[in-house]
């Protein structure tokens, strides 16, 4: 190449740059707006398989929505209107119907139901999944195993449209965990074609590729940017969604997911800060449905296995010294439901999430910390998960400022998001807010992760009492048995012990929220807290 | 000439090899633990064991390495963990989707900061020059994600002539067929007029956003590198010679002065390659940046990985073009390899 030629054919470049405009304009593009729903959310699937590895939970929404399961739940509606999930009143999907006896559960299956891909469901694929879920290790395996779902000897073809499952022990919790979004159910003859020797349960191909029976389905996925699910018309196991097209886009900044519902462009939106949520609802264009988390809360843990926190006394100044209507003011703009000043010295009822009798008072806080040899408080570090850090780091800085009012120095300690479970799971923080949540909606589902001696990754306090294991041991035969008093007793037997030790310091239940544009209905709760389009309309 | 640019490119190996060998240690000294992150919150000891295995993290350091340098030698850069895809891949993809936006802020960049930086070096000391000094300084000194959310709040959110922030197409286009991966060409290509105008209009408010933080490095360095040049004996006896003031200016000052305005630009393009993370977050673009720091926060090794080599590559490649161009522009530059 000459200098001169190029130099002049810069210009020439510059020239060609100016070319003539196709003049093809198609007409069609904007016509199905109308049975389009547009989501925005923060971040979005990296597998749409929930037995995948590490599948995150925007993965579950796919999966909750294209594949089906044997049962689901019934939905009642709550004093506010919202439609929210029937724990205790299931219905059919692709079981017909259930007839659980004294150790086993016989499932028919329905007959008209079939895949994407045409071929029917049998109890083949139902035994395939369900024996999948049960092997592949990782989540999905343990919260089979919360039901006591764990071999796969469990689960047995009786003939083609029948499937029972054989319970290992009596557990309330079986039926319920087989409503969850773990055991759906996969077209096994597609997926064995893509197994391979490494992979035997075709891990590979279902990670990208809705492989189900479901009322949608995936057409397209470009991770990080978008996903395009289409309804599945000869989807026959409930009315037929009214959505044909979901388009969900992944944006990344909060302020224009607000700004995109704002304008009217995009349909529905979860993920918004709390602010943002009730400067909407103030407004009034957009519909906000909040519904507190179903068996979850954000507490203060502390270590119980060291000083000073080993000591009751220390732990219930503490309990005194939060500056509960402040988080809810600052950090939390009123968006959830308060777990604090009951005004009970005893729980009353038998439910969980409840409100403890602790409120802010520094004075009592102060002499607690006195009577525990503690007169001129000490230091420690209270850390958090910086991925929630606009809820964790107000939080923080304003119980901080709280607990210097009774001598104790408590440095903040931001833990970042990819390092949050390793930190939490070492069991050495002695003083950290998080939150945990459970799908399956009992007391002592909760209590068994969070408070038994048997010492879970959740009992993030190393908390062990024998009293408490008593207490949640036997609200878990009671709730077997059906010996409905004897549960009782128990459940606010472990209530108040939790409140008396308090090795956590539940402060609020979050809420879900959800803003939709005014023509959009039909929101259920679920409790994995993500979307169903099935029942979603719009216009 | 090929022989020099066979030569450069030797000489990028060692520092490619090194580039690897970094990347793959500092990605392991992260903090976070990449298993107990994909493991989920509900996730036992046990099952986050079982990933770090199913994800080879369990072997030892070398080991590991090996394996990557291996599966990198047949062009696999491993799978990222944040969206599941190959990196390769992703990369690819989300490539085009970056080199599109930062070349054509780059080109409206220039296209101001050129003419006003040569007006500056031609009439120092004016209010014009004084103009040039308030926009670049206020260019470089608004942070980019600031700019883009007010470009936001204005075009789109309260006049409504900006397209939603909602990446490179609206919602209701399909992406042309893929040619180049630049949605402007591809559509042209496709001769689809109205995907064309789609993706412009998605692209004016990221690439404004780019362009007054790209401004002020060009404009200075036009200004700075005009003004010795018009200093210069030559350009003195080309006024003496009764030349008009324009053939004075842009034939002979100008292309004197372009040199270091190109190095400047390869310089400014590679950094906001890599540094439009903002742009992307806040106009939700698919692009290269986002990409590296979602993979960051997560721990995820590979992309991190496979972002870091591919812009020490785009380096080599972009360093040794500005070389070659240099002998094109100034027949005294002959470079040695």
């Known amino acids: ?539 | 000439m090929l022989g020099m640019v066979l030569k450069r490119l030797m000489l990028a190996i060692p520092s490619l090899i090194g580039v690897v060998i970094v990347t793959f240690l500092l990605t392991r000294a992260l903090p976070g633990d990449p298993a107990a992150y994909f493991a989920g919150p509900a996730a036992t000891q046990e099952a986050v064991d079982q990933i770090r295995k199913q994800l080879g993290l369990d072997q030892p350091l070398p080991q590991q390495f090996v394996r990557y340098v291996k599966d990198l030698a047949r062009g696999d850069m491993g799978v990222a963990l944040t969206t599941g895809q190959p990196v390769a891949a992703e990369i690819m993809s989300r490539l085009p989707a970056s080199a599109e936006l930062t070349l054509l802020g780059l080109i409206v960049s220039v296209l101001i900061a050129v003419p006003l930086g040569i007006l500056a070096a031609t009439n120092p000391g004016s209010l014009l020059d004084h103009t040039c000094r308030i926009v670049t300084t206020a260019g470089v000194s608004l942070p980019v994600f600031f700019t883009g959310l007010l470009l936001v709040y204005f075009f789109y959110y309260l006049l409504g002539v900006a397209p939603a922030p909602l990446g490179r197409l609206d919602v209701y286009f399909s992406a042309p067929p893929q040619v180049t991966g630049f949605y402007l060409i591809d559509s042209l290509i496709a001769r689809d007029g109205e995907t064309f105008v789609a993706s412009l209009k998605q692209l004016i408010l990221p690439a404004a956003t780019l362009a007054i933080f790209a401004l002020a490095p060009i404009a200075r360095m036009t200004r700075a590198s005009m003004l010795a040049v018009l200093g210069s004996e030559f350009v003195r006896t080309a006024k003496a010679s009764g030349l008009s003031p324009s053939t004075v200016v842009v034939t002979y000052a100008f292309r004197n002065a372009m040199l270091p305005v190109i190095t400047t630009l390869g310089m400014v393009f590679s950094f906001l390659l890599g540094a439009n993370v903002l742009v992307e977050k806040v106009f939700a673009w698919p692009g290269i940046g986002s990409y590296a720091v979602e993979a960051l926060i997560a721990s995820d090794f590979a992309p991190v990985q496979g972002f870091v080599l591919t812009m020490a590559v785009m380096y080599v490649v972009l360093n040794l073009l500005i070389d070659i161009l240099y002998g094109l522009i100034d027949p005294r530059v002959r470079i040695e390899a």
């Open chain 1, 1 to 539: 190449m000459k200098r001169r030629t190029f130099l002049k054919s810069l210009s020439a470049a510059g020239a060609a740059t100016a070319l003539p405009m196709p003049a093809i304009w198609s007409s069609a593009k904007a016509q199905a707006r109308q049975e389009t729903l547009l989501v925005v959310s923060e971040s979005g699937p990296n597998n749409v398989d929930i037995h995948g590895v590490g599948t995150n939970v925007p993965g579950y929404e796919v999966s909750w929505n294209c594949y089906d399961r044997l049962i689901s739940h019934e939905m009642k509606t709550l004093p506010n209107g919202t439609q929210y999930y029937d724990r205790d009143k299931f219905k059919m999907e692709l079981a017909e119907d259930m007839n659980v006896g004294d150790m086993s559960a016989t499932f028919k299956l329905r007959k008209d139901a079939k895949f994407q891909d045409g071929t029917p469901v049998t109890a083949k694929d139902v035994k395939w999944s369900l024996d999948r879920a049960v092997s592949v290790g990782g989540f999905p395996t343990f919260q089979m195993g919360a039901g006591s779902l764990t071999k796969r000897e469990q689960f047995v073809v009786v003939d083609d449209h029948t499937v029972r499952v054989d319970f290992i022990k009596k557990d309330r919790l079986t039926i319920p965990d087989l409503a969850v979004i773990v055991p759906c159910i996969i077209n096994s003859g597609l997926v064995q074609k893509h197994a391979t020797e490494k992979d035997p349960w075709g891990l590979e191909y279902t990670k990208l590729n809705t492989v189900g029976s479901g009322a949608y389905k995936m057409t397209k996925w470009q991770p990080g940017a978008e996903v395009i699910l289409e309804r599945n018309d000869d989807w026959k196991l409930g009315p037929q969604p009214k959505v044909r097209r979901i388009i969900w886009r992944m944006v990344p900044s909060a302020g224009n997911r607000r700004a995109l519902l704002e304008r009217g462009d995009a349909d529905i939106s979860y993920e918004l800060p709390n602010k943002d949520f009730v400067e909407l609802r103030e407004a009034g264009k957009l519909n906000i449905v909040s519904t507190p988390f179903s068996n979850g809360c954000q507490y203060i843990g502390m270590n119980v296995t060291k000083p000073p926190f080993d000591n009751v006394k220390v732990r219930q100044a503490v309990a005194y010294a939060i500056p509960y209507q402040k988080i809810m003011d600052a950090a939390l703009f009123g968006l959830a439901k308060p777990l604090y000043g009951s005004g009970l010295d005893k729980v009353k009822d038998a439910v969980w999430p409840v409100a403890h009798n602790y409120n802010t008072d520094i004075a009592k806080a102060k002499q607690l910390l006195a009577e525990a040899g503690y007169p001129n408080g000490f230091e420690t570090t209270i850390s958090f998960d910086l991925g929630f850090a606009t809820i964790n780091e107000p939080l923080c800085v304003l119980t901080q400022e709280s607990l210097a009012q009774i001598g104790i120095k408590a440095e903040i300690n931001k833990v970042t998001g990819a390092n949050w479970r390793t930190e939490l799971n070492k069991k050495t923080m002695p003083l950290y807010t998080n939150v945990f949540s459970g799908w399956l909606d009992y007391p002592e589902y909760f209590f068994i992760w969070c408070y038994h001696g048997k010492n879970s990754i959740f009992n993030t306090m190393s908390y062990q009492s024998k009293q408490m294991d008593a207490f949640i041991d036997g609200a878990g035969d009671a709730a077997t048995s059906g010996n409905k008093a004897a549960y009782e007793t128990n459940v606010k037997g472990f209530l108040d012990l939790a409140f008396a030790d308090v090795p956590r310091i539940p402060i609020f239940q979050p809420l879900s929220n959800v803003a939709m544009q005014k023509n959009v209905s039909g929101y259920q709760y679920w409790f994995h807290r993500r979307l169903d389009y099935r029942s979603l309309v719009k216009g």
